[in-house]
DNA sequence: AAGGAAGTGGAATGTGCTTTCCACTTGATG
DNA sequence: CATCAAGTGGAAAGCACATTCCACTTCCTT
């Protein structure tokens, strides 16, 4: 359905093919997980759905980051070819406004996802590499949707992530008791990047800043380390 | 400034005076922590800057929900008064305006808020009557600001606490490496609160879903419990 | 100034999770 | 089918935090 091939295939990993059957039971499981639980469970459990010991877990992946963009390859890819995907809309502002819901789509769909997409983990090359191209196409499409006049010429491509953050806020509050709660802002966010409407916006963020903001531990926010 | 009383002053607690010193350090000390470090700080720390021992912080504030409103009690009362203050502006959209960046900007401030305005604590009654009493009177600004003609017609009292747990989601991210992002944000939520622009959006969440998300346990989004 | 109620600190216990390590098992190879 | 590198599970150690408990201290009363 797209251009470059998708990285599945059970390419060979040189593992011995009984270590390779766990690697896999340990991704699917991971994934479920990441998705209903968020990235933040424990190892441990991991482990224990996917039917192999603790220590097999972390001979593969030996920190939560390596096991969490492993997971998510495959997302991450899709993400990224979904902004491929939107720049052959014929109608560029159209094409923005489906892309940024079907975003945030996908991260309502998917609690580890929810996070993922407002993280960067600075070791996982392809992981980043798909990130850049999402934004790299984003950044065409909004060229395009400004052009065609729909989108507001102050809308900058660091706004797409702090999206995605405020969704990822509505989220994690709302996904359980009013699980439709995040459509309702995107809806209030879309409008107000609409051309017709603009007023003078604050400063966007620098794009070094939103890096440094992304790059926060895997481990989540934890509190004071004194 | 305001018309009923601010919850300040030393009212008699009934505690020896020692005791009463003690629960007067522990409340600062909490307020600024939970400041700076979000609500999450543990328990013990707080007893530690306090100067005092674990065990007297329990003795006082049994559960970490108990500290938390008892620390949060001013600013909850500074929260509802914003809103009877923002219904003196003679201009109800310019009221509106004020009121949600207000807000916003009081959750900038400081983290264990930010969190604390997208939570209910049902055992806190003064607590839990500021936030009915602002948003109360919030539902009557933005009554005052549809009939004005600058607020769209469909924004509902429900759509305040998404803003707030969208600013929430932006805050977590970037408070440190990008402080000012929120102000972005809510720049373009405003605008998408003008009449002029509205187009129809989703439906908003029924208020009963909105008190149930609120309701999610104090001690954060623990992950899956099998 | 003495007695007792009120208040205190912090050691102790318990829980949940991470991370390491190694004796044992299993698949691949000749 | 014997060998052994590769792979495994899970016990154990370590850490961070919550929460309880009670011998001791401090204030207040008379």
Redesign the interface.
Known sequence: MSSPPAPEAPRHTGLRIDAERNRQRILTVARE?FA???I???ME?IARRAGVGVGTLYRRYPTRGDLVTAAFATKMYAYADAARQALTDPDPWHGFCTYVEQICAMQAGDRGFTTVL?MTFPTAKQFEADRSRAFADFTTLIDRAKAAGGLRADFVTE?MP??L??????L???S???P??W???????I????A????P??????PR??Y?????ATHH?R??KR
Request: proline letters at 7%.
């Open positions: 997980t209903t639980h968020g933040d469970v424990p459990e407002t706004d702090v999206f953050m405020a969704n990822a806020g509505v994690t509050v709302t359980d008791a009013a439709d709660v459509r309702r802002l995107v809806g209030y966010l409008q107000a990047c609409a017709r409407t603009a007023q916006l604050p400063d966007p963020p620098a800043q939103m440094r903001a992304m790059l926060r926010q509190a004071g």
